[in-house]
């Protein structure tokens, strides 16, 4: 079975400290990693896949197979990243459902 | 708005009754998702079509719960003999079918079981 597991409920950082929000998986084939955000009153929205290898926001998040993590980071916190992020996996070759944690909810205060 | 959209945005209901939310999907998407995500948790998968077909089925759907994609475009979901336990935000997504397709959420339904 397969299982994204998020430790964190709640992470508070300071307006331009770094931040790392963790995300670990645990998959026995080759599995798709992806971030979604939910900014306050939005929808769900899709913040960065692990095949891209690209840069949203500032935010990277480079997938770490031999420690099944996939933990998102960006250098410098701006107020606007407070929000609730989500992992969620994808199994390859099946019906694209996705598997998500319980989710970080991202606070930056002044 | 042309995302992804859902109707209606909140439903009270009392225990007992039946309850049907829709959603619409983006147009030129061929797969439709619906997931459950109750406080404190992450959306968990339901039941998901690839046009009018439901390919797949969570053990979490039980007998109560019914899904449909008539003309493969929107679809509908049914909850009868509603429970307190199936009080959440019902949340739906589409997206292509092509592989690596990003999946586009609506803002979901949120369902409260009085």
């Known amino acids: 079975a397969q299982r994204v597991t998020q430790p964190e409920k709640l992470l508070s950082v300071f307006k331009g400290a770094p931040v790392e929000l963790k995300c670990n998986y645990s998959?026995?084939?080759?599995?798709?990693l992806f971030w979604y955000v939910q900014y306050s009153r939005q929808r769900l929205q899709l913040l960065l896949r692990?095949?891209s290898r690209e840069s949203i926001k500032g935010f990277t998040a480079d997938l770490n197979k031999g420690e099944t993590s996939f933990h998102l980071k960006k250098p410098f916190a701006q107020e606007e990243d407070s929000a609730m992020y989500y992992c969620?996996?994808?199994?390859?070759?099946?019906?694209?459902?996705?598997?998500f944690g319980t989710g970080t909810r991202l606070q930056v205060t002044l | 708005d042309t995302g992804v959209s859902q109707d209606p945005r909140h439903k009270i209901t009392k225990r007992g009754q039946n309850v049907t939310f829709r959603c619409d999907p983006i147009s030129e998407h061929n797969r439709l998702y619906w997931y459950r995500q109750t406080l404190g948790q992450g959306p968990e998968f339901l039941t998901y079509?690839?046009?009018?077909?439901?390919?797949?089925k969570s053990r979490l759907l039980s007998d109560r719960f019914s899904a449909e994609r008539p003309k493969g475009s929107f679809s509908t979901l049914e909850i009868q003999r509603t429970e307190q336990g199936d009080s959440a935000m019902y949340l739906c997504?589409?997206?292509?079918?092509?592989?690596?397709?990003?999946?586009?959420f609506g803002q979901g339904t949120r369902l409260t079981v009085v």
């Open positions: 997504a589409s997206s292509q079918v092509m592989g690596g397709a990003e999946a586009f």
């Open positions: 079509f690839q046009n009018e077909a439901q390919l797949e």
């Open positions: 692990h095949i």
């Open positions: 969620a996996l994808r199994s390859t070759g099946t019906a694209s459902k996705l598997t």
């Open positions: 998959y026995s084939g080759s599995p798709e």
